[in-house]
């Protein structure tokens, strides 16, 4: 099984270089991702973008999605693959890129990723890596600092050139990242009213129930669960007494 | 077993934009690759090199090795492997860059490798693919034409990611481009004399010859028998007798 390279997009987070954005576009074309995402910075030099991208990739740069925040960015794919050089406790584990590769080949039958790059000086953040269900590490000597393009051509070349040898598992629809932001909105809103989150820094145990929640894949019906258990719990603080569910 | 990166160089032919040659050098940086020969074109602007390079590579353009021609270049080396992005039967058999990964990594255990790169609009000639023990084409969907630096990246990759499973195979001392291109020298000028090759087209059978020899690998000793067969050929023509081998 291969990757369905139509439900994959690169997503390019404050990209600093029309160069780089450029110079994407034709790897994604070398490698049949043609789909491509810029958050943030919206004054890219078009002409610098096409110099790089060259003439066959002209249709990728035409075609880019502009987006104003990474949130908004992320809402309609199901699956979301990030890119980090740094590896630390706080990023938890992180997975090489042939191993994306093969989680990648079964998930894009039947659902949408999104590639994520951080920007040229400082890669992603924890607080954007949370948004992502898989984090991948790409090895390199000391010298750890990856051109934008390069980072983003391993990434398209594994995915591009994996083929399992059997004949694979598909993966069904999971739920998308705006369904999920709802789900871990809503949690961590009852968290905090219930005081297991910390209102000085609710993020580090949303992280790693982030991390639990989305190391598995969740299915729409799954996101829906979880909202429903919220709900019931709300409405539990706030009347006092034990709601009969029906049946 | 992983490679000895430290017997690895990166050799451009012909590269025509210096951008490029920076991207390449920063490549190598990241994969453990350090350094740099460049054929031919030795006016590439410095600062546009260096500025690609950025100054963690600054070394490896310092230490770049320009050389004039491609048989000069690549004269110490004992095993080259040549990328293309064609494929028809004048180049002969391809392998991909996991293929390649594996056996550079039992091979520059104790051999100099070439990874040699055409210039940017054309890619190596099939003249100058004729140097090469193993050819390389890089996977890509309809849009073959990669950056110069992505190609040289994404194999790059391959061998710092590459980590047999098992000990491995080491491949002791090949004989050096230099003693190949004595050994290919002498043989054609006898094939010539006794009218094997067409002296309008030498070239044709030639090939087929190299790719024969080349493709196991020639040792030393290997490459001093075959040019005393040639010897010994020369001297019976010129003298029409046979000259009693000692023994």
Redesign the interface.
């Known amino acids: 099984m291969q990757s369905n390279?139509s439900h994959i997009s690169i997503v390019l987070c404050r990209p600093q270089f029309a160069g780089n954005v450029g110079?994407v576009a034709?790897?994604g074309?070398?490698?049949?991702i043609d789909r491509l995402v810029v958050v943030g910075n919206p004054n890219l030099d078009p002409d610098e973008m096409y110099r790089r991208a060259?003439h066959?990739?002209a249709g990728v740069i035409d075609g880019i999605r502009h987006v104003d925040n990474l949130e908004a960015a992320l809402a309609d794919f199901q699956y979301v693959v990030g890119t980090t050089a740094r590896l630390g406790n706080a990023r938890g584990p992180v997975v090489?890129?042939?191993e994306m590769a093969e989680k990648v080949a079964a998930i894009s039958q039947e659902n949408r990723i999104a590639l994520l790059f951080g920007p040229e000086d400082a890669g992603l953040t924890n607080d954007e890596l949370r948004f992502c269900h898989l984090a991948v590490n790409?090895?390199?000597?000391?010298?750890?600092?990856?051109?934008l393009?390069?980072a983003v051509?391993?990434l398209c070349?594994e995915i591009?050139?994996y083929r399992s040898s059997g004949e694979g598992r598909f993966v069904s629809k999971l739920a998308s990242s705006r369904e999920l932001e709802g789900m871990y909105g809503q949690v961590a809103s009852l968290l905090m009213k219930i005081g297991f989150l910390n209102s000085q820094n609710p993020e580090y145990w949303m992280m790693h129930i982030r991390r639990l929640l989305s190391r598995t894949g969740l299915y729409s019906k799954e996101v829906k669960i979880v909202r429903g258990i919220c709900r019931q719990m709300d409405w539990f603080l706030a009347n006092g007494v034990k709601e009969d569910k029906k049946a």
């Open positions: 390279t110079a034709r790897c074309k070398n490698m049949g060259t066959v990739a090489s890129p042939r790409i090895p390199t000597a000391e010298f750890k600092s990856l051109n393009s390069h051509m391993i070349y591009f050139a």
